[in-house]
């Protein structure tokens, strides 16, 4: 009788300690599972941070500054809202630091201008509604504008790979487009003869 009390306890105690170490391995699942979730958050905002990096590499072939040198045929601004030396806010995006900063005018020039999209004649990714670029800077230009639609010709600098490429006109206006000089808001850094803001992209400054 003993002997067999002496079996049951231990049996009994055995099964105990199976059903804990059952237990023990139930328990961490979901400890697992956290810390998969947690390695997913991780590289989902390492892929956002990467992605935020290309967007600003887009700009990296952009030429900020200019010579002041502008295409042959483009006219003067008989009476420009903001004439040559004065001071203005501009609204445009079309480069970081741009946005909100005070710039002077340089150059005031009437003309039809586009956005444009085109593929770099470097290779890359094609560049989509590119602000701006003048009826003066294409090539074999006539007199008169494009329209949405049209193909034409490159004959600007202001990107790497821009000059000579085919391009298609997103939109035309005719307006008033300035050169400006400022001081990217982003790096300090200061930009002279920046090719080109539209008058609906500038203030006055108060």
Known sequence: ?????????????????????????????????????????????????????????????????????????????ENPTYPVGSKVMMHAEHMPGMD???????????????????TPTNGGEPVEDHKWVVHEELENAGVEPYKPGDEVLLNAEHMEGMKGATATIDTAKQTTVYMVDFTDTKTGEQITNHMWVTEDELSSVE
């Open 1 to 77: 009788m003993k002997n067999k009390k002496i079996l049951l306890g231990l049996a009994s105690l055995l099964l105990v300690f199976l059903l804990a170490a059952c237990t023990g391995n139930d328990e961490a699942t979901p400890n697992e599972s956290a810390d998969t979730e947690s390695d997913t958050h991780e590289n989902m905002d390492k892929t956002e941070e990467e992605s935020d990096s290309t967007e600003e590499m887009d700009h990296s072939g952009m030429h900020h500054s200019g010579s002041g040198e502008v295409p042959e045929g483009l006219v003067d601004a």
């Open 100 to 118: 909100g900063a005070e710039a002077t005018v340089s150059g005031a020039f009437d003309t039809t201008v586009y956005s444009v999209t085109y």
